[in-house]
Every structure is written in structure tokens, then in C-alpha cells.
């Protein structure tokens, strides 16, 4: 696994405060083709921003706005 640069970090943590349940596209992004929501150890966001993006995601498959 590489190093990501710290500003690209720091933009990826940035757009995930932003994001909401409609953001079928960016949240995606965190999920992989079979559906499971990635780790932070793969996402590298903070535990918050996990639990956020998580919330989201799950609430998205519900309304059926993810797939």
C-alpha cells in the first residue's frame, strides 16, 4: 500500500464532512462492489468521519438511494 499525500488526505476528510444520504456517487467511493462498507484502515478518515460515512451509507441502502 502507498503513502497518500497529506493534502489529498486532507481533501478526501474534507469531502466527507460534506457529504450527504443523496451523494449516491461520492459515498460509493467507501463501499466496495460487493456492498461492504470499506474500513477506515482503506478510507483513512478519522473515527467521526467513519461512523458518519457508515450512518450514511446505511441509511442510503434503506431509502434505496445506494445500491
Request: hydrophobic share 25%.
Amino acid at each position: 500500500m502507498t503513502e497518500t499525500d497529506p493534502e489529498q488526505n486532507a481533501d478526501r476528510q474534507k469531502n466527507a464532512d460534506e457529504l450527504t444520504i443523496l451523494d449516491d456517487a461520492p459515498l460509493s467511493r467507501y463501499v466496495t462492489d460487493t456492498g461492504k462498507i470499506l474500513p477506515r484502515k482503506y478510507t483513512r478518515l478519522s473515527p467521526k468521519q467513519q461512523r458518519r460515512i457508515s450512518r450514511l451509507i446505511k441509511k442510503g441502502r434503506h431509502m434505496q438511494t445506494l445500491k
